[in-house]
């Protein structure tokens, strides 16, 4: 249905002083920040994953050679879904809108396609700990229990028990990632954490982690460890809907990904018989993870 005059009269009476509700101030890009952004140019993108070889045996004088295998991992399909969303306005509309607020509708849109992908990105951090949504590997994104492919055993990328962020569960962070953070085999990797990614309600506790000259929440004057621990710092991410969950990024590649199949259009045309503008946006994309070595998180406690 269009918007007519009829739905908006205040924007046909003069004496306004303002007209308001459209502009606000917007946060600056934060998906880009966490997540790997690629184009995709097929219905799906697929991540496949396989093992290497095990730890060397040692061989008797005169015997054979111990021959190893590799083993087939898991798939992740990135299935692109489309998005659209659109206006008209009545051509009286806008001839007759003194204040001139159609003419930043276009503007609205984009806005909500900001909104949209924001939200998207967020979900799978929001939704890292929820059993209805798993990766390729059968689980979800943090999890205590992350299979092997090659007899390696489980692995973890969360803290044995939750827990809020404070120095305490910082430094157990680190370490749980230096050591528990396996291959398919079961062989150790290098894994570096690159970025705390928090709540708005923990900006402050990051600050004081991870910038403090001493150790914070303590009365001792010891060397804080955690300054420049990670070379990103911190983002604060304004689409987290759980206030105490937080997450640190790591190095290892093939983590969260983000395809744009089209990335957003925006186009405009006007009803020849009822000489209504019509404006749209779409966009077609898909968004996950495929190695969750990419993240360690924890949920709070």
């Known amino acids: 249905m269009p918007t007519v005059t009829g739905n908006f009269s205040a924007l046909l009476t003069p004496g306004f002083r303002e007209i308001w509700g459209t502009e606000f101030n917007q946060f600056e890009e934060e998906y880009t ?6 184009t995709s140019t097929r219905n799906y993108e697929e991540d496949h994953s396989i093992t290497q070889f095990g730890i060397v045996p040692t061989k008797a004088e005169g015997a054979s050679v111990t021959y190893d295998t590799m083993y087939d991992g898991y798939t992740k399909r990135y299935t692109h879904v489309s998005y659209a969303l659109g206006f008209s306005v009545s051509r009286e509309m806008v001839e007759d809108d003194l204040y001139r607020k159609m003419k930043n509708l276009p503007k609205a849109l984009a806005r909500s396609v900001k909104e949209t992908r924001e939200i998207l990105a967020a979900n799978i951090l929001n939704r890292a700990f929820n059993a209805s949504y798993t990766g390729g590997d059968g689980v979800t994104l943090c999890s205590a229990s992350h299979p ?6 489980n692995y973890s990328n969360q803290p044995s028990a939750t827990a809020d962020l404070d120095i305490t569960s910082f430094e157990q962070a680190l370490i749980d990632i230096q050591v ?3 291959d398919d085999r079961g062989l150790k990797i290098r894994v570096q954490p690159k970025k705390l990614l928090i709540h708005p309600s923990n900006w402050f506790q990051a600050e004081k982690i991870l910038k403090s000259a001493q150790e914070p929440d303590t009365a001792n004057n010891a060397v804080n460890p955690a300054k420049g621990a990670l070379p990103g710092g911190y983002v604060t991410l304004h689409w987290l809907t759980d206030t105490d969950a937080w997450f640190i990024l790591t190095d290892s590649p093939n983590g969260l990904n983000w395809f744009d199949r089209r990335k957003p259009e925006f186009t405009q045309d006007n009803d020849f018989d009822t000489e209504n503008a019509k404006y749209k946006t779409t966009f077609r994309a898909s ?11 924890s949920a709070g406690a």
């Open 33 to 38: 920040k966490f997540m790997t952004l690629d």
């Open 148 to 153: 092997t492919y090659g007899g390696g055993g």
């Open 180 to 182: 528990n953070f396996i």
């Open 287 to 297: 968004s996950g993870w495929t190695n969750p070595r990419c993240i360690y998180g």
